[in-house]
């Protein structure tokens, strides 16, 4: 069993560790947290561009994973189920910046031209974007 729960890219693996997180099981969802945290926290850094927001986004995407294990739809994997959930948390708290911001305190994005590497994260987040559109 232990090896069942080593390697989450197997779809079987997440499929055992759903049952058990709407069982009510704390060491699943511990698990699960494990696994995802940095994948998500990447995806949440490159929209957001500060590491405490970004680590309240993914803990909030793990506290309402939690909450709503009895319900909870996944109808393709677990790993894309979390994607799409913390760039729309991102999303949120984008919106929420631009309400409660007024111009002149606007958080800057800096340009992605600047680097290869901003590029290639810029057209990663475009990519998530779009398909959390979808």
């Not at 606007?106 to 987040?125: C, G, N």
């Amino acid at each position: 069993m232990l090896r069942l729960l080593l390697n989450m890219e197997n779809y079987s693996d997440e499929t055992f560790l759903l049952g058990r997180l709407r069982a009510g099981d704390e060491a699943a969802l511990d698990r699960l947290f494990e696994a995802y945290y940095g994948y998500l926290f990447k995806i949440a850094y490159s929209l957001v561009r500060d590491g405490d927001v970004a680590k309240d986004c993914v803990q909030n995407v793990f506290v309402r994973l939690w909450q709503k294990r009895d319900t909870i739809e996944i109808k393709s994997t677990l790993k894309g189920y979390l994607q799409r959930t913390i760039v729309n948390e991102c999303l949120g708290w984008q919106r929420q910046q631009k309400h409660t911001l007024s111009p002149d305190t606007q958080v800057h994005v800096p340009d992605p031209a600047h680097s290869p590497v901003e590029t290639l994260q810029s057209e990663h987040l475009k990519t998530l974007v779009q398909a959390a559109i979808a």
